[in-house]
């Protein structure tokens, strides 16, 4: 999981972060899929190998460690295959928004047009993609 679904807020070190995390999205988002939670998280990897993110994002010349602005993210998710819709999550620090999460919403097999506001809240400017490895 540490691989395939990071959790960008802590390097891959910090296990109990990492943890953290899935519980939140098992929680928050899991219980209510109506699958166990070994499926859901099958399930989750599965629908991000067909709606790889980073792979759109990288055959647009993003990179991590690099700012770019925001319409440049949805240029590369729109032209996706397939298709989403999204939202996109920052952190500020010192003035710069930090990429933490890109929102999707999905059935049980694929990408979905969003019903209504998904949060985002990155504004119209530059947006770093961090890496991994990056702290902030």
């Known amino acids: 999981m540490i691989n395939n679904w990071p ?5 891959n070190g910090h296990r109990d ?5 899935w519980n939140h999205e098992w929680a ?13 998280f099958e399930k989750a990897l599965e629908l991000k190998r067909k709606i790889n993110i ?3 994002l990288r055959d647009y010349g993003i990179k991590p460690g690099d700012a770019y602005p925001r319409g440049r993210f949805e240029g590369a998710l729109q032209r996706s295959k397939p298709p ?4 996109m999550r920052c952190l500020d620090k010192n003035g710069i928004k930090i ?4 929102r999707v919403c999905t059935s049980k097999t694929h990408a ?15 947006i770093k993609l961090v890496s991994k490895i990056e702290p902030f």
Do not use: T
Not at 17 to 21: A, E
Not at 32 to 39: A, E, N, P, Y
Not at 84 to 87: E, H, L, M, P, T
């Open 7 to 11: 959790n960008l807020k802590f390097s």
């Open 28 to 40: 928050r988002h899991g219980i209510c899929s109506g699958l166990h939670h070994r499926q859901y």
């Open 84 to 87: 989403i819709s999204f939202a």
């Open 99 to 102: 990429l933490i999460e890109i």
């Open 112 to 126: 979905i047009p969003c019903p209504g506001h998904l949060g985002d809240n990155c504004g119209r400017g530059d």
């Open 17 to 21: 972060g990492q943890i953290k995390f």
């Open 54 to 56: 980073f792979q759109a």
